[in-house]
């Protein structure tokens, strides 16, 4: 399985709780690169479009 794959597989799991998301997403894209990291966003807009990635006044 690719890392992107992973990373898709693993934010399906935590959409239950958007902090959670966001807080596996930031770790996520740290290991991906610009194109995956491009992917992924795109991945997250179509699959989880209620899931803000950066929320006003989200600071970690």
Do not use: C
């Not at 959409?15 to 996520?28: G, N, P």
């Not at 894209?29 to 807009?45: A, D, K």
């Amino acid at each position: 399985m690719k890392f992107l794959q992973y990373s898709q597989y693993i934010l399906n799991k935590m959409a239950f709780d958007e902090r959670l998301f966001r807080k596996e997403y930031r770790k996520l894209i740290q290991n991906l690169s610009m194109v995956e990291t491009h992917q992924l966003n795109t991945w997250v807009r179509t699959h989880h479009k209620k899931i803000p990635l950066y929320p006003s006044g989200d600071v970690g």
